[in-house]
């Protein structure tokens, strides 16, 4: 059998076989076995054949399929054109197998390029014979031919021109050959190859037709089928579609009237296409016929903006109008003018009846129109802000003012924003009217009603974004502003309803911003005045400083604020003030370091600070350890110490360190002292790089810090910072592989700690070197060991061991990478592998007296795991957690609190855990919500977690306890916390919803 | 669209302006800045005097009621959003604090305390007035304790259908009646979705 006898049997059942025998083929073809000739002949009785059009048409996939397989060069040019002429002579009688064909021509010229007469022929064939395309019913066909009409205006743009421009009959075919298509594969290349005719073409005389024949498809509604393997998605569509919609300026007319009655449409997504082929258009088009649309657009698109019915429908008619702006800017001043005439005229209209929505929404217009560039700013002002101003000083109504201000705010805000894109200003027209505004401001802010917040809010944003905007205030001007500021800043003082402080000092810090000089002059001194040295009796500069701090957040000033800073507290100090403002202004310098803007070098606080500010500090704690300063003074310094010195280099830090480690050491030794100066040297140890400090002076410090633990009575402050103290020693110092030997040698060995009846100032210790190792992660058996040693005390001892457990994993900022620690990223999973199965295990077993032990201990373990590590567990901990809420101690409720949280991340992540035991988790729920037996907080929580029940399991499952939930609930509502009857109200309104879904569901 | 509205241009109270719990409690001690700075945390020594249970315990012991008052009824009730507009009651002006009253019982053996809350719609002919009645009763009645008699009116003067609404909201079988009528609850619920 031939070749084609072949693949005509197997073409139906067997597609990969028939391609096979097509590649054979071609094989034979290129070496010479098989003459092109005799493949032809061999055609001849299948592709003529008169009865069956199908088999004629295979014959031509035989044919497509042949060349598609044949390499470059195979054929030779006379053998390429007979070819062509072939198919193309076929077409004209033949219309079987047509998109075989437009395969077959797509080979033919991936084998070399055709001439321009070649080209021409083949477009003329396909229009004129296959005319409509819709004709042909299999997608596929009608896919070939439009891939080869493609090729054809890809790569042969002059070739296809000419066709055009010699006949003018063939434009209007070309465009209505593809009516009709449905098919988005077929529509995607037919939207990218009519580009090239939209773009390149001169289409003016079919405009209409050639826009018709694309607009006929908007808006898109295509929704691709589930699984859709082309992977088209709508989106793709509506983006060539935009394209073709912007191609051509000739558009226009048909564009514009057409796609704003679109706008008019009740379907959101419609006009979100609307808006952005608009956009698209004013981009695509000349500004020339931007020009004869723009106040047609203005008069349509503004109703989306004044009457929002969708906010990102509103945001996109706000680009679409700064978007013409923009390419109106570029030509003549008349049509950017002709285009704002009626945007100022109505929004000076809407101003009249400030403030309302509409009011609120020329704001808005006016600012997007300002904002894409100096000038329509320019324009906006001049025409706006006269109308602005009379309206302003022709009312007494403060709601109206208040209206108008926001607008000027709106138009500033502009300016701010072109500061920083565009550096050539032109700001001459805000600048004369700046003055007046700054004027009312500054009038709004001091003479007006303190409670009139919204004005006073409106006012300090003004006055902010004024001083913001470069260059339209003079130095004067800034200055009273900052003046202004600062005066509300130090003198109100309005507790609640108009207190607009925190505001004021936020608008002082921006304004620090653009005219740090301003403030420094003017602010800063006058800060100075209101911070005594030694503060009078009554007076309470608390607030005054606490604002003064939060200015170094603007690194210009930052300096000059801490150096106040210093000079005030050493005043102060030198003059005996209080202790407590002593420490208020050192809380004040720890603010600056910790939150506002020091200078770095290299990436780290400047080393100068630790010498200027932290280094007299230690120092004067060294020299006055006689009278002794009290603790939580010491604390802050030792904060401050720790905040400055700990990103120092080694180098600094060795000095340092010597230079102190006498005078400490002999400190440590006191024991009175010791305990007094505890938060000191904690935070102090814990800046130092660990390979700074000598091994025997951490030994010793050990020791005494163990030695000051087990000594101290239950009542002594510092005890818990000497804890600490303990874990970070055991954390960064000790060497992991002497650990043992070393904590024998301090006499805090866990197991020595624990042996017989331990006191509870040992216990103490025992978890504080446990904590240090387990963030360590270096010693693992040891820390193994010793955890275990901890856990098998649950069963023997009383609450307070389980208690402690809390403690192992709870956050502490003493024991972190910034403070040179070793915390392995894996110690709470390690943590939790060990301490809770065993937990789980033992509970099941353990006795009546004991079992709370294991609840509080693994509540205080799981309160501070992240949900990820607990997530796979949760099964095994549902039962524990439930039983937990059964605690009925006055000290159990941090415990119950702690299970309640994770019952709220476990309802809210993977509720169906625990939806088997949704009886008895509603119960208990609904118990814990019972006062005063349960703390607010607890109340509070059980509430949230219960109004999650209703949302997160599934409604069978809940739906039997509604009466009873909702009943339970009305005491809540009268509970005696408001943020517990808050809580309550949510929590039955989730409870009620119930309801609604049953009678849908009828 | 718009002029199926009432009142397409209501008045709009901004936010700041609204009377907010902080406002009238002037004396809650406000937390400084540097209070963060020295932060506690649960101690090793003694982990009773974690903060969380320092702060409940000091909670428990001034354990004092908080009673429900007009500010509390209205942040119940200013949330509500208008049926025609995509705005809380609260900022429309349609609920005003000054226009929220607690009776409390008349008689010293009665428990029953009443909310008397007074409407002003935003136009004196506005058609849902009736339907924003009902949304600030059913939401009362859901959110207060049994205790409470709840009253809805419409502020004198300020409405044309005044007496006919206030007979609607007052008479306990319509309410109930009109909440079996199913595009009502729609309504009504879509109005209580924006409530906290």
Known sequence: MSDIELYLFEVDKNKAEAHDIAEKSASRLEAKKLKLIDLITSLEPYINNKDDGSIRAKSVGYLADVLAFLPLKALSGQERRLLCDFILGRIEGDLEGVGASARALVALEGLGKWDVETVQRVMRTFIDNTHPLRQFKLQTERYSIVQLIDLLLAKYREASRHLQEADQEFMPSFISYFEGEKDPRNLMIIFSLLQVPMTEWDVHANAQDLFDSVFNYFPITFKPPPDDPYGITAQDLKDRLRDCIAANSDFAPYAFPQLLDKLDSTSMNTKRDVLQAIQACVLGYEPNTINL????????????????????????????????????????????????????????????????????????????????????????????????????????????????????????????????????????????????????????????????????????????????????????????????????????????????????????????????????????????????????????????????????????????????????????????????????????????????????????????????????????????????????????????????????????????????????????????????????????????????????????????????????????????????????????????????????????????????IPSPQAISVAFAVVKGLLIQGKTGALATKYLQALLDLLSTQGRGIAQRFATLLTPDDILSKENHCLVSGLYKQKIFNQAVPFMTAAVRTADATSKPNYFIALSGILRWLPYSVIEASLPSLVAPLLQTLDLTESTDQSVKASALVIFESVLMHDSTIVAEHTASLVTRLLNCTAGPTNHASVRAKALQCLALAPRQLKREAVVPYRRQVVKRLQACLDDAKRSVRTEAVKCRTAWLGLDEGNEDDE | MEADKDNANPTIINPSDLPSRRRSAPTAKRPGIFDALAPAYPSLADPLSSPEASSDSASSSDEEREEIDEQEVYDLISTISDPEHPLSLGSLGVVKLDDILILPPTSPRSRISTVRVLITPTTSACSLTTVIGLGVKVRLVNALPPRFRVDVRIKEGTSRTADEVNKQLGDKERVAAAMENRSLVNVVNTMLATCE
């Open chain 1, 293 to 756: 649309y723009s106040v047609t657009l203005w008069d349509a698109l503004k109703f989306e903006i004044l009457n929002v019915q969708e906010e990102d429908l509103a945001v996109e008619s706000l680009k679409s109008l700064a978007l013409i702006a923009a390419r109106l800017t570029d030509s003549a001043d008349g049509p950017l003018n002709a285009y704002l005439r009626p945007v100022i005229k109505e929004c000076n209209e809407h101003l009249e009846d400030a403030p309302t929505k509409q009011s609120e929404a020329s704001g808005r217009i006016l600012h997007a129109i300002a904002v894409s560039g100096y000038t329509a700013a320019d324009k906006v002002v001049k025409g706006i802000l006269p109308t602005l101003f009379s309206l302003y000083n022709g009312s007494q109504s403060i709601t109206k003012r208040r209206g108008l201000l926001e607008v000027l705010n709106e138009i500033v805000a502009a300016y701010i924003e072109l500061g920083a894109s565009q550096p050539e200003a032109k700001i001459e027209a805000l600048q004369a009217s700046a003055g007046d505004a700054v004027d009312a401001m500054i009038r709004a802010l001091v003479s007006a009603p303190k409670a009139e917040v919204s004005f006073r809010l409106a006012s300090l944003k003004g006055l902010a974004q004024l001083v913001s905007a470069h260059g339209v205030l003079s130095e004067k001007e800034s200055g009273r502003a900052v003046d202004t500021v600062t005066d509300i800043v130090l003198h109100e003082q309005l507790e609640g309803h108009g207190n607009i402080r925190a505001q004021a000092i936020k608008a002082l810090t921006d304004m620090a911003h653009s005219v740090p000089h301003a403030v420094r002059d003017r602010s800063l001194p006058a800060f100075m005045v209101e911070l005594p040295d030694v503060p009078a009796e009554a007076s309470s500069p608390g607030p005054v400083l606490e604002a003064f701090a939060q200015l170094s957040t603007e690194r210009q000033i930052f300096d000059t604020v801490a150096l106040r800073l210093k000079n005030k507290y050493n005043s102060a100090r030198h003059q005996g003030a209080p202790q407590d403002y002593q420490r208020s202004l050192l809380l004040a310098l720890l603010y600056t370091f910790t939150f506002g803007t020091p200078t770095q070098e290299d990436g780290i606080t400047r080393a100068a600070y630790f010498t200027e500010y932290a280094a007299p500090l230690v120092t004067d704690v060294a020299s006055s350890s006689e009278h002794q300063s009290d603790s939580s003074t010491l604390e802050i310094v030792g904060r401050i110490v720790n905040v400055l010195l700990r990103p120092q280099g080694i180098h600094l830090q060795s000095t340092v360190y010597n230079h102190n480690v006498q005078w400490l050491a002999s400190a440590v030794k006191d024991t009175s002292q010791a305990m007094n100066l505890a938060p000191f040297t904690l935070h102090y140890y814990a800046a130092l790089r660990p390979e700074v400090a000598d091994a025997e002076d951490i030994v010793f410090v050990l020791k005494a810090q163990a030695d000051l633990a087990l000594n101290a009575t239950p009542a002594s402050k510092g005890a818990d910072t000497v804890l600490r103290h303990i874990s970070l020693l055991v954390n960064k110092f000790i060497n992991p592989k002497t650990m043992q030997a070393t904590l024998e040698a301090s006499d805090i060995e866990v197991g020595a700690l624990l042996s017989g």
